[in-house]
């Protein structure tokens, strides 16, 4: 890499890590709680808010349901969290939910929740970071009028923190996280005290407007069916709950306990915030709508198309702490920027989960490889890319966006859960200590309730959810299913056919003869070293081979070669339409179909220049003929260099590249070399 490159690449990613320090990058619980977590914890941003716009299709009395709705994402969110605590201690190599359904269920169970992981994982940034701009465009018009172009911006912003390192981007992020956390738990604290104790009457900014129902009076079915799609949305606080279990790899040991620990404290923060903003909301009399210029009516008259309609935790917190006051403004930043943050959870597991499935060859090999600060690049840079791709679609509505969620996660927590229940059957068939099993009947029970009740709310999920966006999330399973399944038969058809037998074959086995040719244009210097260097190989047959492109030009050839009598044959090509390429090619194709167990060797004369526009003007012809070889079996090609004055100019630029130190690669100075002990002894 030259230095013009090298010099942003380290200010913006810093210096390059050794890999036997990879030990310094695992994380502790305090970082990553905000590192693996901060996608649930921030969904309560938005998931209450969801669900009320859902209900408010049947009016505000359907709001009556919301704390129902809300019992039942707990019950789910504990559910989850214990289930997947079984996982973290069964399978703790980092594989999650791939590794557990692949194990116990199969290669293609396996890589329908990798498939579905991968469609969550992008769609958890597109999401998160769309709700971000949004909340950040309540206070800044310009974010509102460039949406999507300050939603993209923020992903190469997140991009590039991630870049740096796991360790590094766990520390930017855990700061606002635990402001977030902090600020929700004030919030509704003080919201408790101020109704509870002091009697206050807390009302929302839109307390005083109603609603037009759509559909009012629902019973029934219809009313079955909008709880059902109102507690499907509220499961959106549910995503990024299998991040930790992919992620045990990154913990400090003991790896499973800490995951384990972590599990735990984000489930129960998670619920806690979740159950306390919906208590709020229904206190201060929030109210929200699908479509807010014509369905929210302020004394009977809808508030237009240049009403902007603020979250439900912003409504909330302007209710708690009173609008523009210190808290309300700390919150609100706070949301925000969590809510970028909270992407950070699919910029970990997509990557991991990446590096696994290239490992078992279901995706491209440079996805298991680490970067310069042995984080995945290759998977960090892929998800930012479909992300964008998406929130340019899209147009950053997170509102779209959001129907296409969660979809791919209940796939993945119901085979997986599924997985766990056949993963402690095969267990309890060897195991004879009684302890163990009443431990793994236990695990068992939990795993099967929470397979259960997941396959449940993704039956819910897909009814609900399919007309509204659903089938595009579905599709994009099907496309990377179909694709990875097409790299691993590409993999395993290219390993077929190279294994070695264990007794020589024809492709493989030394050849006969070969026959080599020094191709010629002129007789130079280039040319000659070609033909004393091939002269040095062990070779049959050897001769010099040129192209009668003009005939003076070969003549004069002709004439010099006799000349200076040189003792290789030399061989000249006819080539009535002025080609190079194609005589040479028809050439060596009819030596190998002579003999077909000789090699051909062709040496080419090449051109070292220093300077990038050189090579528009040399080697031009040599590189189609070599592009045109690799096809032809039985054919080798040796390219002979001739260095040109210039090369000089680039043999200058690399030795000082060589030392040339990168701002922050050398800290403290020279390392002082290690004094060599003494091995004399004292007579």
């Known amino acids: 890499m030259s230095k013009l490159t090298d010099v942003p690449k380290r200010i913006l990613i810093g210096r390059a890590l050794r890999s036997d320090r990879l030990g310094e990058t695992l994380l502790p619980k305090r970082i990553a709680l905000p590192v693996f977590a901060s996608d649930p914890l921030s969904s309560v941003a938005y998931a209450p808010g969801e669900v009320l716009l859902v209900l408010s299709v049947a009016g505000v009395s359907a709001y009556n349901f919301s704390p129902w709705i809300a019992v039942a994402v707990v019950v789910l969110m504990f559910t989850v969290v214990a289930s997947y605590r079984q996982n973290v201690h069964a399978y703790p190599s980092g594989g999650g939910d791939y590794e557990v359904a692949t194990t116990n269920l199969g290669a293609k169970a396996g890589l329908t929740v990798a498939s579905a992981l991968l469609v969550d994982y992008v769609l958890t940034v597109a999401v998160s970071i769309s709700s971000g701009i949004e909340n950040l465009g309540s206070a800044i018009p310009f974010v509102v009028e460039h949406k999507t172009l300050c939603a993209i911006a923020v992903i190469v912003l997140l991009t590039l923190m991630n870049l740096r390192g796991v360790k590094e981007s766990g520390k930017l992020f855990a700061i606002p996280t635990y402001v977030f956390v902090a600020g929700v738990f004030i919030m509704i604290i003080w919201g408790v005290i101020r109704s509870v104790v002091m009697g206050d009457t807390m009302k929302a900014p839109t307390a005083d407007y109603t609603i037009h129902a759509e559909q009012g009076g629902l019973a029934g079915f219809a009313l079955i069916f909008l709880l059902l799609r109102a507690f499907s949305s509220g499961c959106a606080a549910l995503t990024g709950v299998e991040a930790i279990s ?5 913990f400090r040991k003991p ?8 599990l735990a404290l984000m489930g129960g923060l998670a619920v806690t915030m979740f159950c306390g ?3 709020l909301a229904m206190t201060t009399r929030v109210r929200m709508a699908e479509n807010p210029a014509t369905d929210l009516l302020n004394n009977g008259k809808p508030l237009g198309s240049g009403y902007t309609q603020n979250p439900v935790i912003s409504q909330v ?3 708690v702490f009173g609008k523009g006051s210190f808290l309300f403004v700390v919150l609100a930043a706070a949301t925000a920027l969590v809510l970028f943050l ?9 990557p991991l989960l990446g590096s696994i499935l290239a490992q078992d060859r279901y995706l ?6 680490r970067g310069d600060r042995l984080a995945f690049s290759n998977g960090i840079v892929l998800l930012a890319g479909a992300a964008a791709v998406l929130v340019y679609l899209y147009g950053a509505d997170s509102t779209r966006l959001i129907q296409l969620y969660i979809v791919g996660v209940f796939v993945s927590f119901t085979l997986s859960q599924t997985g766990m229940v056949r993963h402690w059957n095969r267990h309890l068939l060897t195991e004879k200590d009684p302890a163990k099993r009443h431990r793994m009947h236990r695990s068992r029970a939990i795993n099967a309730f929470g397979a259960f009740f997941t396959g449940l709310v993704l039956v819910v999920v897909l009814l609900t959810k399919f007309t509204h966006g659903a089938w595009v999330a579905l599709l994009g399973m099907v496309i990377f299913f179909a694709t990875m399944t097409a790299i691993r038969r590409h993999y395993d058809r290219v390993a077929d056919e190279i294994a070695a037998e264990d007794t020589p074959d024809e492709d493989v086995a030394r050849p006969s003869r ?8 002129k007789v130079h210097k280039p040319t000659l070293r070609a033909l004393n260097y091939a002269k040095l190989m062990r070779t049959d047959t050897l001769e010099a081979v040129s192209v009668d492109v003009d005939q003076a030009d070969t003549k004069a050839l002709r004439e010099e070669w006799e000349r200076r009598g ?16 194609r005589p040479i090619i028809d050439y060596v194709k009819s030596l190998r179909r002579e003999s077909p167990r000789d090699a051909v060797s062709v040496y080419i004369p090449e051109y070292v220049v220093g300077h990038w526009y050189e090579h528009l003007l040399h080697n031009q012809s040599a590189l189609r003929l070599k592009g045109r070889l690799l096809f032809t079996p039985g054919v080798m090609v040796t390219s002979v260099p001739w260095q040109l004055d210039s090369s000089e100019a680039a043999k200058l630029r690399a030795r000082k590249r060589a030392e040339w130190n990168a701002p922050g690669a050398v800290r403290r100075g020279p390392v002082a070399q290690p004094k060599k002990e003494k091995t004399a002894t004292k007579k």
């Not at 790896?255 to 972590?262: D, E, F, P, Q």
């Not at 909270?342 to 997509?350: C, E, K, P, R, V």
């Not at 070969?514 to 191709?519: A, I, M, Y």
């Open 566 to 581: 040189i003792e290789v044959p030399l061989k000249v090509l006819a080539s009535p339409y002025r080609e190079i390429t």
């Open 514 to 521: 070969v026959h080599s040719l020094v191709l010629v244009s």
């Open 342 to 350: 909270a992407a950070n959870t699919a910029y970990n597991g997509f």
């Open 255 to 262: 790896k499973s306990k800490n995951a384990a620990t972590t």
């Open 317 to 319: 917190a302007e209710a």
């Open 277 to 279: 903003i919906i208590a």
């Open 364 to 369: 491209p090999r440079q996805l298991h490889t």
């Open 246 to 250: 992919n992620g045990v790899p990154a």
